[in-house]
């Protein structure tokens, strides 16, 4: 006659029933219990951290490719030498073809738009308080491409009136106590020439549009003016500060940078979203990993109470085990039975630490609402956190992370209490009986 098979139903049958510990004894019952809640929140904790990780880094990177260049052509200033004084200036670099260039630029296999740009920073006022700012001179069409600055969502005014006056961000609306329809005056450094030196030169302009980017440094410092009105405003006539790209595969923008040194001509000079941004998020991917391994740690805690609760049942159900082996059950069938009773701990322990992470992930907003709310908006900082809230993710690969750990854990710690039982003496275990 064959020998069962393992992993038998009779072996489960048997498993299942020592795990339900008789009121005699409490203290199996007692560290099971712990152990299965142990495990259940060290897994819920590590995947509501992962998704909120992920969120939060989305987030990022949404907000700044919502807002900026996936990368910038910039020419290089130039040191020019005036022969009479001998004296030696530097010119800023400037495209002064900047229609033809971007049209070149835009013509380049994966890259969607090229955008002529004027920069420069001033100094903003209205009703009497004050704000530096950046102002981007962009014309209308490129503007209203940028899906974070032209959601309804999240602005004031209508965009289609942008050629009117010029477009600020909430923080400085805000900071300056801006509406639609007021009016903003804008100091820039470097005005006309006199013959007495420079002079600031202040214009001012009507607030079309208010938008929020999603990111609190930018809605707090920059300002979009229609492209010829900033030439005029910057002395920057028949010329354009850099040129805006964006391609349609953001992560892989490196892989254009070559194409556009060529394009662009000699003295050009590439600035892409991860020289400005590659080292935050290399930041948060080590972050990442630090996160996993201590939080691993904390599953394998809770993971180590299987052991403590197995090596007290092995010790309680010596007698049981003296007489199934007597009755013919092999080594191999003790082992898997008090395998699968720390196994059966370990999976309802996932599976519930599965669902309540789920469960928390899906409302860490509602939950970082509340805390701000009890603590006056000091739980989630925008001007320290660098976005205006915490968003979470839930992703696949996360969550069978998560449940891998746990289960592998689960599986390993049962091995050692499980071969004690297995090789225990059935004349020992009966001798006292």
Do not use: C, H
């Given at each position: 006659m064959s020998s069962p098979a393992p992993f038998s139903r009779y072996?489960?049958?048997?498993?299942?029933?020592?795990?339900?510990?008789?009121?005699?004894?409490?203290?199996?019952?007692?560290?099971?219990?712990?152990?299965?809640?142990?495990?259940?929140l060290g897994v819920m904790a590590l995947i509501a951290t992962l998704a909120v990780r992920a969120g939060f880094?989305?987030?990022f990177v949404d907000t700044v490719l919502g807002a900026n260049a996936h990368s910038t052509v910039y020419m290089v200033p130039q040191r020019v030498e005036?022969?009479?004084?001998?004296?030696?200036?530097?010119?800023?670099?400037?495209?002064?073809?900047?229609?033809?260039?971007?049209?070149?630029?835009?013509?380049?296999?994966?890259?969607?738009?090229?955008?002529?740009?004027?920069?420069?920073q001033v100094m903003a006022t209205a009703n009497g308080k004050s704000n530096v700012a950046e102002v981007?001179?962009?014309?209308?069409?490129?503007?209203?491409?940028m899906p974070r600055i032209v959601d309804p969502n999240s602005s004031r005014g209508d965009v289609a009136q942008f050629e009117k006056g010029v477009a600020i961000g909430r923080g400085i609306a805000r900071e300056l106590s801006l509406d639609v329809g007021?009016?903003?005056?804008l100091i820039a450094p470097e005005g006309a020439r006199t013959a007495f030196g420079t002079t600031p030169r202040v214009n001012a302009y009507e607030v079309s549009y208010?938008?929020?980017?999603?990111?609190?440094?930018?809605?707090?410092?920059?300002?979009?003016?229609?492209?010829?009105?900033?030439?005029?405003?910057?002395?920057?006539?028949?010329?354009?500060?850099?040129i805006e790209v964006f391609v349609d595969d953001p992560e892989a923008v490196d892989d254009w940078t070559l194409p556009l040194l060529r394009t662009a001509g000699e003295g050009a000079q590439v600035w892409t979203w991860r020289d400005a941004s590659g080292s935050f998020l290399a930041a948060l991917d080590m972050e990442d990993d630090v996160m996993f391994v201590i939080l691993s740690v904390l599953v394998l805690i809770a993971s180590m109470n299987i052991t403590s609760g197995l090596v007290m049942l092995v010790k309680n159900k010596g007698r049981d085990i003296g007489i199934l082996r007597t009755m013919g059950l092999t080594e191999g069938a003790v082992l898997r039975v008090f395998f699968l009773c720390g196994a059966f701990t370990g999976i309802i322990g996932t599976v519930i630490g599965v669902?309540?992470?789920?469960?928390?992930?899906?409302?860490?907003?509602?939950?970082?609402?509340?805390?701000?709310?009890?603590?006056?908006?000091?739980?989630?900082?925008?001007?320290?956190?660098?976005?205006?809230?915490?968003?979470?993710?839930?992703?696949?690969?996360?969550?069978?992370?998560?449940?891998?750990?746990?289960l592998t854990l689960s599986f390993i710690v049962t091995i050692f209490p499980a071969r004690r039982a297995a090789r225990m003496n059935p004349v020992e275990a009966l001798r006292y009986e």
């Open positions: 072996e489960f049958l048997i498993a299942w029933r020592y795990l339900r510990a008789r009121r005699s004894e409490g203290g199996v019952s007692v560290m099971t219990w712990i152990s299965l809640i142990g495990i259940a880094r989305a987030e005036n022969d009479l004084t001998d004296e030696v200036y530097v010119v800023p670099g400037r495209f002064q073809e900047y229609d033809r260039i971007a049209a070149d630029i835009a013509g380049l296999p994966g890259v969607t738009r090229a955008a002529p740009v004027v920069r420069g981007y001179g962009i014309s209308k069409d490129d503007l209203m491409a007021d009016r903003i005056r208010i938008f929020s980017a999603g990111r609190y440094d930018i809605d707090r410092t920059r300002i979009y003016m229609p492209l010829a009105l900033a030439q005029d405003y910057f002395n920057r006539e028949g010329s354009a500060d850099e669902l309540l992470g789920i469960l928390l992930a899906l409302n860490v907003e509602n939950i970082m609402a509340g805390l701000n709310a009890l603590t006056n908006g000091g739980a989630w900082q925008p001007e320290v956190r660098g976005i205006y809230q915490l968003p979470a993710e839930l992703r696949a690969w996360d969550i069978f992370r998560a449940v891998a750990l746990s």
